[in-house]
């Protein structure tokens, strides 16, 4: 069985998954049919693959995903469909958290919400200099922080998700979101190369490291924080569809009425500038 949005190589002991809806700017769907669904049939065919000791996944077009796509989806009216839409995305990163061998995202542009979600379950995240990392759904009332406490601590996951800014790459290396910066140019051959010296490792000893730090990880709060961190975005997802741009009108409104384009002149009333850029003199 094929794929539609995605493609999966292999070559030199590495799976290479590289998500390729450009036009979409490689915005994660939902459903059977969607690239979540793909992503995470080609994650298992690389564990399952003898040949394959690491997984690199990367992205075609200007931006390595810009979010959730929800284009298909019903309404939300009610909570158990945003229970239900949740647990979905809960699936999902379940999946990426739960492959065995190695899994490096090589992230170039933006990288944003669901994308930034995807990543976060990766096991290394390398970064293009013109990477951009961010929360933008904080902005029209939606969910995503919790997530990211266990790798940035809560002060920046609030930052990302009450300012709805995105921050750069050397930013997110500094909190630990991302392990390196590399120039755009280097992105790809040294993900591969990376992924090519753990493939190299002997596989079992790549395997049982891998499991042992993860079950360290949570141990350590990793886990207690997911269940308790998912209870409150639930509440906020259910609260979602009342959240109103600065004008008064309700976010929901203006997507149904005007699309992703009106939405995003919404959020101008909100801010345009940055406020990172502004106050810290350093460039990041």
Same mark, same amino acid.
């Given at each position: 069985?094929?794929?539609?949005?995605?493609?999966?190589?292999?070559?030199?002991?590495?799976?290479?998954?590289?998500?390729?809806?450009?036009?979409?700017?490689?915005?994660?769907?939902?459903? @059977?049919?969607?690239?979540?669904?793909?992503?995470?049939?080609?994650?298992?065919?690389?564990?399952?693959?003898?040949?394959?000791?690491?997984?690199?996944?990367?992205?075609?077009?200007?931006?390595?995903?810009?979010?959730?796509?929800?284009?298909?989806? @019903?309404?939300?009216?009610?909570?158990? !469909?945003?229970?239900?839409?949740?647990?979905?995305?809960?699936?999902?990163?379940?999946?990426?958290? #739960?492959?065995? *061998?190695?899994?490096?995202?090589?992230?170039?542009?933006?990288?944003?919400?669901?994308?930034?979600?995807?990543?976060?379950?990766?096991?290394?995240?390398?970064?293009?200099?013109?990477?951009?990392?961010?929360?933008?759904?904080?902005?029209?009332?939606?969910?995503?922080? @919790?997530?990211?406490?266990?790798?940035?601590? #809560?002060?920046?996951?609030?930052?990302?998700?009450?300012?709805?800014? @995105?921050?750069?790459? #050397?930013?997110?290396?500094?909190?630990?979101? +991302?392990?390196?910066?590399?120039?755009?140019?280097?992105?790809?051959?040294?993900?591969?190369?990376?992924?090519?010296?753990?493939?190299?490792?002997?596989?079992?000893?790549?395997?049982?490291?891998?499991?042992?730090?993860?079950?360290?990880?949570?141990?350590?709060?990793?886990?207690?924080?997911?269940?308790?961190?998912?209870?409150?975005?639930?509440?906020?997802?259910?609260?979602?569809?009342?959240? *109103?741009?600065?004008?008064?009108?309700?976010?929901?409104?203006?997507? *149904?009425?005007?699309?992703? !384009?009106?939405?995003?002149? +919404?959020?101008?009333? !909100?801010?345009?500038?940055?406020?990172?850029?502004?106050?810290?003199?350093?460039?990041?």
């Amino acid at each position: 069985m094929g794929f539609t949005h995605i493609r999966l190589e292999k070559r030199d002991g590495v799976a290479h998954l590289i998500l390729a809806r450009p036009d979409k700017l490689n915005a994660l769907g939902f459903g @059977p049919e969607s690239n979540r669904s793909e992503i995470v049939r080609a994650l298992a065919q690389a564990d399952a693959d003898p040949d394959v000791g690491a997984i690199l996944i990367s992205a075609e077009g200007r931006a390595f995903c810009a979010g959730g796509d929800l284009s298909g989806l @019903p309404r939300m009216d009610a909570a158990v !469909q945003d229970e239900r839409l949740i647990a979905m995305v809960d699936g999902f990163h379940l999946s990426v958290r #739960q492959t065995a *061998k190695p899994v490096i995202a090589a992230v170039h542009g933006a990288c944003l919400g669901a994308g930034l979600g995807f990543i976060a379950q990766c096991d290394f995240v390398l970064a293009a200099d013109d990477a951009r990392f961010g929360l933008p759904e904080g902005r029209f009332g939606h969910p995503g922080g @919790p997530e990211l406490v266990p790798l940035v601590g #809560q002060a920046w996951a609030k930052f990302l998700i009450l300012t709805g800014e @995105p921050i750069g790459a #050397q930013r997110a290396a500094e909190i630990g979101l +991302a392990l390196l910066v590399l120039e755009r140019e280097c992105l790809l051959p040294g993900a591969l190369e990376l992924a090519q010296r753990i493939a190299r490792m002997p596989r079992d000893a790549v395997r049982l490291n891998k499991a042992a730090i993860d079950r360290a990880g949570e141990a350590g709060g990793r886990a207690a924080a997911r269940v308790a961190g998912r209870a409150g975005d639930l509440i906020t997802k259910t609260r979602s569809h009342l959240a *109103k741009a600065p004008d008064g009108r309700l976010f929901d409104d203006i997507l *149904k009425a005007e699309g992703p !384009q009106g939405l995003k002149q +919404a959020q101008t009333q !909100q801010y345009t500038e940055s406020w990172l850029e502004h106050y810290v003199d350093l460039p990041h």
